[in-house]
Structures are given as C-alpha cells and as structure tokens.
T-cell receptor, first 113, second 111 residues
C-alpha cells in the first residue's frame, strides 16, 4: 500500500492556459474522488468515480473542468482556460467501497497568475 | 441537502488542557460521521469515525459520540499535546452520496 499519490505537487500557470493533474489511488480502491480546498475552507467536492464511471459532478464545476478515469485506475483532472479563481489545492482521495473512509493524497497546489 | 457545520477557530490551548470542537450536521437519512485531521504540510487523514447513532469513535485519545437527537458529533480530548496542533475537519457521508466536509477548525497547542 503506497497510498494515494498526486502529481505534480505544485503547478504555476498563466491565466488562460490549460493544466492537467494526475492521481494514482490505492490499487484496490474502486472509488476515486476529486476535491478542491482553498485557504481556511474544508474540501469542496468536485467529482467522483466508481471504477471508470463518473457518477457525480458538482454543480459548482464549470464546463472548463473535466475528469477521466479511463481504465478505472489512475485519474486526470483537466482545467481549461484557467482563471485566477481556480487557484487552490486540488485533492484526490480514494476508498475501497461506498461509505468507507477516504484516503487522501497530498494534493496539487495550483497558482494561476 | 447534506451539510456539516463546525465551530470556527482558531483555537489556542495550553498543553494538557481539555479540548472540545463542536460539529453539527444536516442529513436526510442516516449518515456515517468522521473526523479528519490535517497536520502542517501533510494531507488529510482519518482520525476517527462512527457509523450509527450512539456509536463512539476514538483514536489517539480523541473521542466523538454520534448523537442523532442533537445531530452532533463533537470532538473531545482530555489532555492535548503540542503534537495535536493541526486543522480538524468534521465530515459525513450518506449511502449513494459523497463526502461533505466542514470548514475546519485550526488548533494550536502551546507548551
């Protein structure tokens, strides 16, 4: 069990650029979640997958955001045409099955200049 | 919809003081309740959980009891240590739904 890993740890980009983050969950975990966290706030739900199926997407998420989990293993989160308001920590978490505790990665800190 | 409300921080305590961090929730059904902790520079990790009413979760000297009548899951510790300094998040999940987190409570313990 190597834990949930996220890459990169930090990303600095200019407004208008596209960015992609990767998450590798714990290998036997079926559920994978993406959250966003800003300073002084709790994690805000973005989307989650059951294996390769994307089951729910937050209504707060604009169409500039897209996530995939093509083979039910790793996942990518892409943000197109980044805006300064997208600056945040993007967290990935996984769990073995529904309702079970989440294991979090260390996150990707995005800064949009 | 589901939500979690935590007491606002930051909280500053002296070592060996008693800690309470309040958490109340709103849910349509019977959620499982969790406390997560985030130490400086680290990711969130599970501290304790309770899956049904009157259950008590405990870990590392921390305790929280699932109170359905008051929709609460307050975190307590009898004697805090400097190493307990962290941000604490209350969270819930209902079947068929996703995790909801509170805004977090920052705790600083001074020697």
């Amino acid at each position: 069990d190597t834990g949930v890993s996220q890459d990169p740890r930090h990303k600095i980009t200019k407004r208008g650029q596209n960015v992609t983050f990767r998450c590798d969950p714990i290998s036997e975990h079926n559920r994978l979640y993406w959250y966003r966290q800003t300073l002084g706030q709790g994690p805000e739900f973005l989307t989650y997958f059951q294996n390769e199926a994307q089951l729910e997407k937050s209504r707060l998420l604009s169409d500039r955001f897209s996530a995939e989990r093509p083979k039910g293993s790793f996942s990518t989160l892409e943000i197109q045409r980044t805006e300064q308001g997208d600056s945040a920590m993007y967290l990935c978490a996984s769990s073995h099955y529904e309702g079970e505790k989440l294991f979090f990665g260390s996150g990707t800190q995005l800064s949009v200049l | 919809g589901d939500s979690v409300t935590q007491m606002e921080g930051p909280v500053t305590l002296s070592e060996e003081a008693f800690l309470t961090i309040n958490c109340t929730y709103t849910a349509t059904g019977y959620p499982s309740l969790f406390w997560y902790v985030q130490y400086p520079g680290e990711g969130l990790q599970l501290l304790l959980k309770a899956t049904k009413a009157d259950d008590k979760g405990s870990n590392k000297g921390f305790e929280a009891t699932y109170r359905k009548e008051t929709t609460s899951f307050h975190l307590e510790k009898g004697s805090v240590q400097v190493s307990d300094s962290a941000v604490y998040f209350c969270a819930l999940i209902e079947t068929g739904n996703q995790f909801y987190f509170g805004t977090g409570t920052s705790l600083t313990v001074i020697p």
